[in-house]
């Protein structure tokens, strides 16, 4: 069955969805509004559940979808619930049966159900209903059938069920009565309620019996009552008046209440959890955040703050949109749309953050879906940790996978895959390049002189000076020591290259000057040309390689094409 929800404001709708049949609606409505479970298995798998189904083992409705229905049965009582179910199908059992479930927590509860055969969507399946017995649910349709179905209820049930009369003596007990609290119906038969509430609780328990008595209304309360043993029970109580048709007045009370005891204790400890938790998200060195449908921010703990750059008091009511890049909001939206559509969280996305200082951080992100009691889609939540250092990390190893850490250019590898791209460009156009191998002369003799720092400053002069004369769309690259190439991508004419050979050769006849030393350096080049000396990437730095060895032999300072 599917579920009509909202479109978030913050998203745009991909498309309508077709409207629910009326029939189907009020099913739904009905499904939804019971106090039992009911659930619906197809192939063994849940195929929908009320929220109250779900909620028995601690679970949404979204988060049992789909699964082995037997995937939260005690594997002890596996066995026993396949056997159970399968009689009830066949009509060989009647009477609901017990058994127990774990937990999302892991924790044991037992549940009572009844199901039925039926066909859905031209598929058998399996229609539940089913009931939480560990805290039972008092019902007031009870009350309103007739007086055999009302005795074989209340015989079966597990709520506690009596009547007094006028005086306030008991006149029936059922049998879940007798058990919780340990009395027998000799024990209790005639004699006052009130031998059974504990003191503290007994005015409340005479003022709501001689208001009820009376006419007045009651609403549901809570009293202890005294188990045989002494044990306090702590029960709640749905009590109307038993009238006199004829007479017109009351003539007794009826009750139907539960043992509320264990729920009780699960509610503090419930409260004790959510204030763990509470506290756990405002001590963690991540950001929790909680935004409504439309993106604006309900919740944030200090650690968000501190990343966002803005101080808490101030965060809440403001969009997260105010701390997204212009261009990275599409995909912002797509994240929130999909976890908002498939219920199911997402985590691992890196995004940017722009704080209000200017400062730019990279942060991961998870989401999830936000649901009220009801199981509707209410907004966001989600954990936000910074990883700009990781980021920043990742990218100064990219960079040096690429680079030269000494004078920042394209190492050989770059370089290698700038220069195939660029002769698959040429092919195609029908273009020239050049690639230029250079080498300063005799640098080997002033590194052993002045040492490496001197030789290393020598190196990124000389790069400053080769980059004034490249065209902007030239490559120079480090590809050793003191051997470095060049590539020069649509040429004209080979008188270009050459103009450019002497460029170079001209620009190291002033010295370079290294603090108070002063050098003069220069430089042999070997010129190889495409598609003339090869068309791919080793024959043209070979042919590069041997000009530029060429060059050398003839004493240096010159170029070879």
């Known amino acids: 069955m599917r579920r009509c929800v909202k479109q978030p404001q913050l998203m745009k709708k991909p498309h309508t969805r077709e409207n629910h049949t009326k029939q189907k609606d009020f099913y739904h409505t009905i499904a939804e509004a019971s106090f039992a479970g009911i659930y619906m298995v197809q192939d063994g798998r849940f195929s929908y559940l009320n929220r109250n189904a779900a909620s028995f083992a601690g679970y949404t409705p979204v988060e049992l979808m789909g699964r082995d229905a037997f995937s939260i049965v005690h594997h002890e009582d596996r066995d026993l619930v396949d056997k159970m179910a399968r009689e009830m199908l066949k009509g060989l059992r009647t009477e609901p ?48 059938l007739s007086e055999n179905r009302y005795r074989t209820l209340i015989e079966t049930t597990h709520d506690l069920v009596f009547t007094v009369d006028r005086q306030g003596y008991f006149t029936y007990i059922n049998p879940q009565f007798q058990k919780t609290l340990g009395y027998t119906t000799t024990d209790l038969l005639d004699k006052p ?23 007045g209304i009651v609403s549901p309360y809570e009293v202890e ?55 756990i998200i405002e001590n963690i060195g991540d950001g929790y955040y909680e935004v409504d449908l439309k993106g604006t921010i309900q919740f944030i703990n200090d650690a968000c703050a501190s990343i ?25 939206y797509n994240i929130f749309y999909r976890v908002f559509m498939t219920g199911k969280p997402e ?10 200082d200017g400062k730019e951080l990279y942060v991961e992100i998870s989401v999830s879906l936000k649901r009220d009691s009801k199981g509707k889609s209410t907004g966001f939540m989600g954990i936000i940790h910074d990883v700009t250092e990781r980021k920043k990390a990742e990218e100064t190893i990219q960079w040096m996978a690429y680079h030269d850490a000494l004078t920042g250019l394209p190492n050989r590898i770059l370089f290698h895959d ?19 191998m250079l080498d300063l002369d ?20 000389f790069v400053e000076r080769i980059k004034k004369q490249l065209r902007e769309g030239d490559t120079v690259a480090r590809t050793g020591g003191d051997e470095f190439m060049t590539l020069l991508p649509v040429i004209r004419k080979v008188r270009d290259v050459e103009k450019l050979g002497e460029k170079i050769i001209a620009a190291f006849q002033k010295p370079v000057e290294v603090g108070e030393q002063s050098f003069l350096i220069s430089v042999s080049i070997g010129i190889a040309l495409y598609p003339r000396d090869g068309e791919d990437f080793d024959t043209m730095v070979k042919k590069a390689d041997m000009a530029m060895y060429q060059a050398k032999k003839l004493g240096g300072n010159k170029y070879i094409i």
């Not at 066909?119 to 007031?140: C, F, R, W």
């Not at 101030?314 to 949109?321: A, E, H, N, P, V």
């Not at 052993?448 to 720092?453: E, K, L, T």
């Open 225 to 279: 009552l005294l188990h045989k043993n002494g044990k306090r029970l702590l029960v709640e109580f749905l009590t109307t008046t038993i009238w006199d048709g004829q007479k017109g007045k009351g003539i007794g009370r009826f009750g139907i209440g539960r043992d509320i005891t264990d729920r009780k204790l699960a509610q503090d400890d419930l409260k004790a959890s959510e204030e763990r938790y509470r506290t």
């Open 193 to 215: 309620f009130t031998t059974i509430v504990a003191p503290d609780f007994l005015k409340t328990v005479l003022e709501n019996f001689k208001t009820g008595i009376k006419g």
């Open 347 to 356: 985590k691992g996305l890196v995004n940017r953050v722009k704080r209000p």
């Open 418 to 436: 700038r220069l195939v791209l660029a002769l698959t460009q040429a092919k195609r156009n029908s273009e020239q390049l050049a690639v230029m």
């Open 442 to 461: 005799k640098f080997k003799e002033i590194n052993d002189s002045y040492g490496h720092y001197m030789g290393d400053c020598i190196l990124c002069a």
């Open 308 to 332: 966002s750059g803005v101080p808490r008091h101030k965060l809440t009511g403001m969009s997260f949109k105010d701390f997204a890049f212009e261009e990275d909001l599409v995909d912002l």
């Open 97 to 144: 049966y017990e058994f127990r479930i774990i937990t999302k927590d892991l924790q044991t509860r037992w549940i009572m159900e009844t199901v039925i055969s039926i066909t859905y969507q031209g598929k058998p399946a399996i229609l539940g209903n089913s009931m939480d017995v560990t805290e039972k649910k008092q019902t007031e349709e009870a009350l309103s």
